[in-house]
Nanobody, 126 residues
Framework: EVRLVESGGGLVQAGGSLRLSCVAS????????IGWFRQAPGKEREGVSC????????DYSKFVKGRFTVSSDYAKNTVYLQLNSLKPEDTAVYYC???????????????????WGQGTQVTVSS
């Protein structure tokens, strides 16, 4: 069974930092890219970041580039998302997802991901 479990969310003041974790199991971790998405109340789910496995490439949305950093620990089957310089508009439920292939490519399309975690809440106060 494919499972993705996120953790690390919480309440933080603007300008603060959090590190989210996504522990994966039930599939060959080395063979699939992992993406991060977020969804704020009343808004559509949007892509945040991706880390590819074949080339280790990373991708970020324009809204988080320069503030968020994605990384992978292959020994722990875990992908991390470091969130720095947080803003109130970063408030959302953050999800990790397994992509259907190893590369991130360009853009963030939910139909390219076939397994999702339950999400972790990030709340940034002003």
């Amino acid at each position: 069974e494919v499972r993705l479990v996120e953790s690390g969310g919480g309440l933080v003041q603007a300008g603060g930092s959090l590190r989210l974790s996504c522990v994966a199991s039930g599939f060959a971790f080395d063979d699939y890219a992992i993406g991060w998405f977020r969804q704020a109340p009343g808004k559509e789910r949007e892509g945040v970041s991706c880390i590819g496995k074949s080339d280790g490439s990373t991708d970020y949305s324009k809204f988080v580039k320069g503030r968020f950093t994605v990384s992978s620990d292959y020994a722990k089957n875990t992908v991390y998302l470091q969130l720095n310089s947080l803003k109130p508009e970063d408030t959302a439920v953050y999800y990790c997802a397994k992509k259907i292939w190893a590369e991130c490519g360009s853009g963030f399309y939910t139909y390219e991901y076939d397994a999702w975690g339950q999400g972790t809440q990030v709340t940034v106060s002003s």
